[in-house]
């Protein structure tokens, strides 16, 4: 192993959690790289607006902010490289990593933020009409749906951001959700309920999407009564939840029931050495500015491991 490739803190991922977590781990002066994928920038490369970032007086395009974080990476002396980690062995330091390149990394600590991806229903009818009117990402597909009606499935924050997003664009958007309120934040339904265009469907679900060659409806099911009802719509985009991505690490590190990777309050897994920030181990907030929070904690855990 080259000392080219060797690093003190590697960090995996990026998106707030990954980009903090190299801004802080060059900043405390360690050999610092980060491998974030083709496109660096995580969830919030798909998020049109935020306004509840600190710092920004208007609203700010997740793509921006997103940037920003990395030229401030890339300006303190970390190592930016656009590929993944594609295998990690934590039986032994120096960490091994494999990245998609094919090259070979070491590194005293890691700190992981591969984030998670979003859940899909597990339809056939969904798989069928994936890319021809079902989506699992708003923000990237909206703008084709101008002038029609929509649906969004779902109840929590990301729904009601999809829906307020698609506003911009469909003449009608069904937020379907299974319970009868929806999981949201309160500023979130406030601007629903404000919104024409918006309509809410409570205490249903999708059975069946439908359509000959792309979608043209949506079946649901009211969960209390049984009673269908069909949605026209050309286009259903889902937002129930995500996956944490943690392919890469599971049989070394702890993880809870739902895939999630167990940290303690200071943000180290079940390997000394190896630490976890953002959506990867977050199970309940899934805010930009918590997984920012976590990946400041991991590097100065990790700063201070290194330091012995």
Avoid at 170 to 198: G, S, W
Avoid at 225 to 231: E, N, V
Wanted: a neutral charge.
């Amino acid at each position: 192993m080259t000392e080219q490739n060797h690093f003190e803190i590697v960090v995996v991922g990026s998106g707030p959690a990954g980009f903090t977590a190299a801004i802080y781990a060059v900043r405390g002066g360690a050999a610092t790289a980060l491998f974030g994928g083709v496109a660096p920038g995580g969830q919030l490369l798909q998020t049109m607006e935020i306004e509840n970032y600190p710092g920004f007086v208007d609203p700010v395009v997740g793509a921006d902010l997103m940037q920003k974080m990395l030229k401030q990476t890339q300006r303190l002396g970390a190592a930016v490289f656009q590929e993944s980690i594609t295998s990690a062995d934590f039986s032994a330091r120096p960490f091994r990593l494999k990245a998609s390149s094919g090259k070979d990394y070491t590194a005293d600590a890691v700190i992981l933020a591969t984030g998670a991806q979003a859940k899909w229903l597990g339809m056939p009818s969904e798989e069928k009409y994936k890319g021809k009117g079902v989506s699992g990402c708003a923000t990237c597909d909206g703008f084709f749906f101008r002038g029609k009606e929509v649906a969004v499935i779902g109840g929590g924050d990301t729904a009601a951001e999809d829906a307020l997003f698609l506003t911009k664009f469909a003449t009608k958007v069904y937020l379907v959700h299974r319970r009868d309120a929806l999981r949201a934040n309160f500023r979130l339904q406030e601007k629903l309920r404000a919104n024409p265009k918006v309509e809410i469907v409570y205490d249903h679900i999708p059975e069946e999407f439908a359509g000959e060659t792309k979608l043209t409806a949506v079946m649901l099911k009211n969960v209390k009564t049984g009673a269908p009802r069909r949605l026209e719509v050309t286009g259903a985009f889902i937002a129930i939840g995500h996956t944490p991505a943690t392919e890469l690490v599971k049989g070394q590190l702890k993880l809870d029931e739902g895939g999630y990777i167990v940290t303690d309050d200071h943000t180290a897994t079940s390997v000394p050495g190896v630490y976890a920030a953002g959506d990867v181990m977050d199970t309940r907030y899934k805010q930009a500015i918590v997984a920012a929070g976590a990946g400041c904690k991991a590097a100065l855990e990790a700063l201070a491991f290194i330091e012995g």
